[in-house]
């Protein structure tokens, strides 16, 4: 007898008000059906998931996660740390999933599932912060302690509306961060209330936020900068700005960059993939460019 490809599959039961658990016996079918022998394995903590993929992925032909996007980022972040290339299927099950929106992974998590074991490997950039990884974005400032801030409960139920209402809380005294920040012989120096160093077309749910042309294969990241405001004319510039998603004002630098570093005054806290990224004075980021293989639905360009 021919020996069968072995699946890994890892997921987070808690994520997007455990809707997993009411598919999981269907999503197994389905690998099964695409002829693989499958290992289930639920997370059991945070970071568990890069400790097994970490010291597992090399014994199997492919992996297969399912959560949100913290799950995977610790999935990506452990194959990084192993150095295998495991071919990656991903089945979104949080509450924002933006990668998978990027990837036209189907939100039906049966389809999701279907498209990892059937569909076509896509070789996509990863990014390298510091001593860890993120898969599509490594941000700091206004908005960002917002989803490590929102309890898992809260997020679920509220959705989008968690991020937007914290937030709002934060709006009257907004911090402000100085910084120097070195790309391509290129050194800015200013006050910075946001950055996000992003590979994806959708972040925080918000599609087209990142810009225009956005390739997840072309070893650069998008790189949004927001001025602190000085006064209200400012910062209705900069809020008109992000709504209309055109960048018209001199309160927001925008541009792609392969590295990038960036030094602070005081400690700047990260946050990566939407998870909390430690504090740092002092960043280093680079695109590994097309680092990880991800499967993604046929049909998709």
Not at 76 to 103: C, E, Q, W
Not at 139 to 168: D, M
Not at 202 to 216: A, E, R, Y
Request: hydrophobic letters at 40%; aromatic letters at 10%.
């Amino acid at each position: 007898m021919s020996r069968k490809n072995k699946l890994l599959f890892v997921f987070n039961p808690y994520s997007g008000r455990a809707q997993i658990r009411n598919q999981l016996l269907d999503i197994v079918d389905a690998m099964v059906k695409a002829d693989y022998e499958v290992t289930v394995y639920p997370t059991q903590a945070s970071g568990d998931a890069i400790h097994k993929v970490e010291e597992e992925a090399g014994d199997y032909d492919m992996v297969v996660c399912s959560g949100g996007d913290g799950t995977l980022d610790e999935v990506v972040t452990g194959m990084m740390h192993r150095g295998v290339k495991v071919p990656l299927g991903y089945i979104p099950a949080g509450s924002t999933n933006d990668f998978a929106t990027s990837l036209g992974i189907p939100k039906d998590m049966l389809l999701a599932a279907v498209s990892a074991v059937n569909g076509r490997p896509f070789a996509c950039d990863i990014g390298a912060f510091n001593d860890d990884y993120f898969v599509y974005v490594a941000a700091f400032g206004l908005f960002t302690a917002v989803s490590y801030k929102t309890s898992q409960e809260w997020k679920n139920v509220l959705g989008h509306a968690a991020y937007i209402l914290e937030g709002a809380k934060c709006l009257h005294d907004i911090p402000s961060y100085l910084m120097q920040v070195e790309y391509h012989n290129v050194r800015l120096q200013d006050e910075f209330i946001f950055g996000m160093i992003s590979n994806s077309t959708s972040v925080g749910g918000f599609k087209g936020m990142t810009g225009k042309d956005v390739l997840l294969d072309d070893g650069v990241f998008e790189v949004t900068l927001i001025k602190k405001p000085r006064n209200p004319i400012e910062l209705n510039e900069i809020i008109a700005s992000l709504i209309n998603l055109v960048d018209d004002t001199d309160m927001v630098y925008s541009f792609k960059a392969d590295e990038i570093k960036i030094t602070a005054k005081k400690e700047v806290s990260w946050t990566l993939d939407g998870e909390f990224g430690g504090d740092h004075t002092e960043v280093f980021v680079q695109n590994i460019c097309r680092a990880i293989e991800i499967m993604i639905p046929d049909e998709i360009e």
